[in-house]
T-cell receptor, first 110, second 113 residues
């Protein structure tokens, strides 16, 4: 089972601020993912990476950006936070098809 | 258009009885299906999966059934325990060469002691 960590767990921030959500995994998985989820809704893929220096946008349009400089690290950045970015952000990694999730970051933009 | 549908937002079951959670899909290219459990304020936890070449997979109290002709799968939990109370998500892999998953909206299971 993957060990995958996200920080911070909760973040309340004002409009216009730049934020970075951290995600790290210790299992050496090549594949990593970022999802956005609102209560009662499905998880929406916003970014994914199949390896170092490889990143792609997911199905849900997002104003965030990601980077993958190291296998274990996949941070997500919002240059200018807006109230519409309020959501839960979930990071996951996988070796094959089963994805293993971190605990999530609950972001509130005021 | 939702490709993975969980039409029951919630389900209540008595402790010790069977819980049956259902999932329908529309994309015939899906070839691998997974179930996840999610507690509040935590990330989803992988439970069990099934390949489209099988019709049943069992792991302890959890069994997943796949009916390809009906594009339907179900998760059976027997016996249900209070600790099973959580939101259950059905997910499907998009097909050969893809590692992306498409998720349903989830079903909230409440197991009553």
């Amino acid at each position: 089972e993957a060990d995958i960590y996200q920080t911070p767990r909760y973040l309340v921030i004002g409009t216009g601020k730049k934020i970075t959500l951290e995600c790290s995994q210790t299992m050496g998985h090549d594949k990593m993912y970022w999802y956005q989820q609102d209560p009662g809704m499905e998880l929406h893929l916003i970014h994914y990476s199949y390896g170092v220096n490889s990143t792609e946008k997911g199905d849900l349009s997002s104003e965030s950006t990601v980077s993958r400089i190291r296998t274990e690290h996949f941070p997500l950045t919002l240059e200018s936070a807006r109230p519409s970015h309020t959501s839960q952000y979930l990071c996951a990694s996988s070796e094959r098809y089963e994805q293993y999730f971190g605990p999530g970051t609950r972001l509130t933009v005021t | 258009d939702q490709q993975v549908k969980q039409n029951s937002p919630s389900l209540s079951v008595q402790e010790g009885r069977i819980s049956i959670l259902n999932c329908d899909y529309t994309n015939s290219m899906f070839d691998y299906f997974l179930w996840y459990k999610k507690y509040p304020a935590e990330g989803p936890t992988f439970l069990i999966s099934i390949s489209s070449i099988k019709d049943k997979n069992e792991d302890g109290r959890f069994t997943v059934f796949l009916n390809k002709s009906a594009k339907h799968l179900s998760l059976h939990i027997v016996p249900s325990q209070p600790g099973d109370s959580a939101v259950y998500f059905c997910a499907a892999r998009s097909g050969a060469g893809s590692y992306q998953l498409t998720f349903g909206k989830g079903t909230k299971l409440s197991v009553i002691p």
